[in-house]
């Protein structure tokens, strides 16, 4: 049975500190291969719950709240999930705050849907002068973002933990990307290679820039990080693109975080998987829905750890049949190696939301019962 039901906060707070505290919770995540999905936020929520995801990033109780329901509804709708339900409640205001610390705009739809600024003045002049310096304290979201986290943790008292989850994540591809716009940029990189270098390399500087004062706000020191540029992505870009423009920053990220955890992209990233082996730290290579896993097999060495994501639609509009057939498919090519199986991010194709819990349930039980087989 779902559970939809409200309840106040402190209510809510002690329905998922008795699931965290749970047996059921303990023993979920150890079976080996890792299977687990992965949900939309915040445009997922929208569709389940109804949420006005303008409201809900205003007023931080009903963001607090509502985020508490949305892990018991997790908790609750899928028994055959790796998933487990943690106490922590993100500190987050959407995706992509790192655009704003630039100087682009982000806005959200009421249905969660992000739109990103395409006319920055470097889009039209390719002038470095032209991009802020980078301030904690002061740039884009920065005192929206520090002052949502204060009113969670004050919130939250010494029930929960709050975690700061507005951090810079995008490698440098992606913010050069939409700053210059993709046809711009790809130009820059054969008339003003140079101007790319200094780009790129001007992104990674103020990217370390703001580690270095969030890491003196918060007490903390640097450490392995995950980063993220869907713009690498073969054709978008070339191999030989990414190996002179985005992996000398990539090692810089990697020197000053004393290592990376993951590098993600959507895209096809199976004809830089050489390059990327040169971050001697990672210990994960991701192969989602456009990286070809066969390939990847012979590419990337058994000491190395496999993320398998797979396509929405291999979970929401396969058959069972279907279903079945590619998850076997994967842990027969795996078998022998350490890997781990998931999604892209997913939210419901239409108001049926029974069907999309259906769709789910199918999938983990199929996984459940393969991985148990084996």
């Known amino acids: 049975m779902i559970d939809h039901s409200d309840g106040t906060t402190d209510a809510l707070i002690d329905r998922v500190l008795q ?96 739109s990103i600024q395409t006319d920055h003045d470097l889009t039209h002049y390719p002038e470095l002068r032209r991009l802020p310096r980078v301030d904690f304290y002061h740039s884009g979201w920065m005192p929206r973002v520090l002052h949502w986290y204060d009113d969670l943790l004050a919130i939250a008292g010494d029930r929960l933990p709050v975690s700061f989850d507005m951090l810079w994540q995008r490698g440098c591809l992606d913010l050069a990307v939409q700053l210059r716009g993709y046809g711009n940029f790809v130009l820059d990189t054969r008339e003003r290679p140079r101007f790319v270098h200094d780009l790129l390399k001007h992104l990674v500087e103020q990217r ?116 079945e057939r ?8 795996c078998d022998g190696r350490s890997y781990s199986i998931g999604t892209s991010g997913l939210t419901p194709l239409s108001a049926d939301i029974d069907r999309f819990v259906g769709s789910l349930r199918t999938w983990t039980a199929i996984a459940r019962t393969l991985r148990e087989g084996r």
């Open 19 to 114: 699931a965290v505290a749970s047996r059921e919770n303990r023993q979920r995540g150890a079976l080996r291969p890792p299977i687990a999905f992965a949900l939309e936020e915040h445009i997922c929520w929208h569709h389940i719950f109804g949420i006005d995801v303008h409201e809900c990033f205003r007023d931080p109780r009903m963001y607090f709240a509502q985020t508490l329901r949305n892990k018991l509804w997790r908790w609750q709708s899928f028994p055959d999930d790796d998933g487990r339900i943690t106490p922590s409640v993100p500190a987050s205001l959407g995706w992509y705050p790192e655009y704003t610390f630039i100087g682009l705009d982000v806005t959200y739809s009421a249905g969660g849907v992000p």
């Open 326 to 333: 590619q998850l076997a498919e994967i842990m027969a090519a």
């Open 208 to 323: 370390c820039l703001w580690y270095d004062a969030y890491h003196a706000h918060f007490g903390t020191k640097p450490s392995p990080v995950g980063i993220a540029d869907d713009w690498v992505n073969v054709p978008f870009i070339t191999p030989g693109m990414f190996a002179d423009f985005v992996l000398p920053r990539y090692l810089e990220i990697e020197a000053y975080h004393g290592g990376l955890l993951s590098v993600h992209s959507c895209g096809n990233q199976t004809p830089i998987q050489q390059y990327l082996l040169e971050l001697k730290s990672l210990p994960t290579l991701e192969v989602g829905p456009w990286t070809d896993l066969e390939q990847s097999l012979q590419n990337i060495p058994p000491t190395k750890h496999l993320h398998v994501s797979l396509h929405p639609n291999d979970v929401l509009v396969a058959t069972e049949e279907e279903m």
